[in-house]
């Protein structure tokens, strides 16, 4: 399972796939040239064919132009990760890499040079006397490449669009909620406030990991499975993307048995050297308040940006919000895993927080906020109301009202009576 999660998250996959297909293509039309053609009970159309030199002529050009081609593919992408970087958030460049679309692109380019060079290398007089296809086939394939290239233009440049960058977080956080919630929707889970009774076990085990990283993938279910068959219960302090150190215990396994190995047990997670948005959230909606954060910093202001930042933020907290637990409970006759899960005050906190400290004296910005308050408390229940009621008092301690005007200060008293009365409702 570990090495399959590393080779879906591989930039390489993609790229080796179209590599090794050329390659095969280039065998293939060998084989035809030598064995096929040679012998067609009918004359194929004269202008499929070519001689040698001018199929070799064909290839070489069509090798050293693809090779061009890939060069400013690798340029463009450069350019797009420093935008990415400077403008949005360093966060977000892996998006851009990883994206499938991307990934296609190189290997078609890296495929069709790749072809051109094989094919030259097998055009041998030695071998083929008379006419051949190679040319013709790297011809059909230069001229994909050509449309393949005119689409990747475009797909920066809406890449490079921010309402585009935020609409793929806001799938990529979607994705992941309703990840998390079918997880939950499961028989033998539970998402509870308190945690559970448990009943004494005689021996306690430590599990720990062998290297410092981030917690990339935890398969719950995996450490329920174990748990189950060896009778024991297991405790999880550690949330998807925490960083832990090596040594530092991941699980504490209490069972009645004796148990001297936990193989299996480790197989159910993986550290990297990064956090990732799979199976976590959390870490989807930061790469969001990354973006509002970097909208918000002087050099890059752009409330506009901020504003969609804050609309999404608002239905992705309110998603979050459907199921609000402090544990993660999986059990059949008894207990057999509790996992953490960050408690809705932290969680608010986290979002919007360090937002508060870059409004001190953004009166549309707070405006947004309160509206954003009001929308997530609309569909929350009280104990989650409470908790924006605390989020309000340290925004309005953070903020200036001083420099409001007479006009703002009746749009904000606007906003404020509407999220008063969500949250006494």
């Known amino acids: 399972m570990k090495f399959l999660n590393r080779f879906k998250d591989s930039i390489w996959i993609i790229p ?49 132009a693809l090779l061009t081609m890939t060069t400013i ?14 403008q949005y958030s360093p966060r977000v460049l892996k998006d851009f890499v990883n994206d499938p679309k991307t990934l296609h692109v190189l290997g078609i380019f890296m495929g069709g040079f790749l072809y051109a060079i094989m094919s030259l290398a097998f055009l041998q007089e030695t071998t083929f006397g008379g006419e051949v296809i190679s040319a013709i086939v790297g011809v059909m394939i230069s001229i994909a490449c050509l449309f393949v290239f005119v689409y990747f233009v475009q797909h920066v440049a809406s890449s490079i669009q921010i309402i585009n960058l935020i609409n793929a977080l806001d799938k990529d956080i979607s994705y992941e909620i309703e990840r998390e919630e079918k997880l939950f929707a499961r028989e033998e889970v539970q998402v509870l406030h308190k945690e559970p009774m448990i009943r004494v076990y005689l021996n306690t085990y430590d599990v720990t990991v062998s290297r410092n990283g981030y917690i990339q993938y935890l398969n719950l279910l995996g450490v329920f499975r174990w748990a189950s068959a060896n009778d024991a219960f297991v405790e999880i302090n550690h949330k998807m993307g925490s960083f832990l150190t090596e040594d530092e215990v991941i ?16 197989a159910t997670y993986i550290l990297g050297k990064e956090r990732t948005i799979a199976n976590n959230p959390d870490y989807a909606i930061q790469k969001m308040v990354d973006v509002t954060m970097r909208a918000l910093s002087p050099s890059t202001y752009d409330p506009f940006t901020v504003n969609q930042c804050l609309d999404y933020l608002a239905v992705a907290m309110r998603e979050r919000f459907r199921e609000t637990g402090h544990f993660i409970v999986l059990k059949d006759e008894a207990v057999r895993v509790i996992a953490q899960r960050t408690p809705v005050k932290r969680e608010l906190y986290d979002v919007f927080g360090q937002i508060h400290y870059y409004i001190r004296e953004e009166t549309t910005v707070y405006i947004k906020l309160l509206q954003v308050y009001t929308l997530i408390g609309d569909a929350s229940p009280d104990y989650i109301k409470d908790e924006i009621k605390e989020l309000v008092i340290h925004l309005n301690g953070v903020f200036n009202e001083e420099i409001l005007e007479p006009l703002d200060l009746e749009y904000v008293n606007v906003e404020r009576e509407k999220l008063n009365e969500v949250l006494e409702a």
Request: charge should be negative.
């Open 73 to 86: 593919t690798f340029s463009t992408i450069m350019v797009v990760l420093t935008t990415y970087s400077s």
């Open 251 to 266: 699980y504490k396994v209490h069972s009645n048995s004796e148990i001297t190995a936990f193989d299996e047990l480790n």
């Open 16 to 64: 080796v796939m179209h590599s090794v297909a050329s390659i095969l293509l280039a065998l293939v039309i060998v084989y035809f040239n030598y064995y096929i053609l040679p012998n067609l009970p009918f004359k194929i159309p004269f202008f499929l064919q070519t001689s040698m030199d001018l199929a070799r002529t064909i290839l070489w050009v069509i090798s050293s």
